[in-house]
């Protein structure tokens, strides 16, 4: 027991109103304040669980359904699944016959490369062939997804914790344009140290015929 503190006690039971008894459930009886806030403690635990499987799981399926739909239709194998979870889920970006017929001719292309083992690189290289990302435009869609989709929105989550930052409320009066500009460079920080602030800053005053008038042409080093 920590100095001070008062031991855990079982809060008082109360009666519920006899006007609310039919539509409020009786609270649970615990027998000792461990076995309350084991309870407790064991429903915040499975909440949690659920909430971490939720977020992983889907994220990662689709990312590992957008390969296996590429490799698959290289190697030669049924597809049927994972082309139907993507035009389901990403729906929007693709165009379902498109792609059925484009993952036709990409099998082919595969084919007459006889190749063992294939992985993701050896896509990515037959779209750099000229004209292919062209041929295959619903193929090269879908490696962009498999690039740019996210396994988890953990990152989207960062940026709105940086945007409680930057926008405070003594700051809530600024505009959308200087809101997405200093949002971009508190989410890439990094990138942002490394510049030149007086490369920046001759480019800026380059841009105007007034600037130029009062700052000159690259003043700044």
Do not use: W
């Not at 100095?3 to 615990?30: F, M, N, Q, T, W």
């Not at 084991?38 to 399926?61: C, H, M, P, W």
């Not at 940026?159 to 500009?181: A, C, E, G, H, Y």
């Amino acid at each position: 027991m920590l100095k001070g503190v008062e031991d855990a006690v079982l809060p008082r039971k109360r009666k519920i109103p006899s006007k609310l008894a039919d539509s409020l459930e009786s609270p649970p009886l615990y027998l000792s304040v461990k076995e309350k806030y084991k309870a407790l403690y064991l429903e915040a635990l499975k909440t949690i669980i659920s909430n971490v499987n939720q977020r992983f799981d889907k994220g990662y399926e689709i990312v590992m359904n957008l390969e296996n739909l590429l490799l698959k239709s290289a190697k030669g194998e049924n597809y049927e699944n994972e082309l139907k979870t993507i035009t389901d889920f990403c729906g929007s970006d693709l165009n379902k016959d498109d792609l059925k017929t484009q993952l036709l001719i990409y099998r082919s292309k595969f084919k007459e490369l006889k190749k063992e083992k294939i992985v993701l690189d050896d896509v990515v290289e037959l779209l750099k062939k000229p004209g292919y990302s062209d041929i295959l435009s619903e193929i090269a869609t879908v490696i962009k997804l498999v690039c740019v989709l996210p396994a988890t929105d953990a990152e989207s989550e960062r940026i709105f914790s940086k945007l409680k930052l930057v926008k405070t409320p003594i700051r809530n009066s600024m505009k959308q344009d200087r809101l997405n500009d200093i949002m971009m460079i508190n989410v890439h920080s990094e990138e942002a140290k490394s510049l030149s602030l007086a490369a920046v800053a001759n480019e800026f005053a380059a841009k105007n015929d007034r600037r130029k008038e009062d700052f000159g042409i690259d003043k700044f080093e």
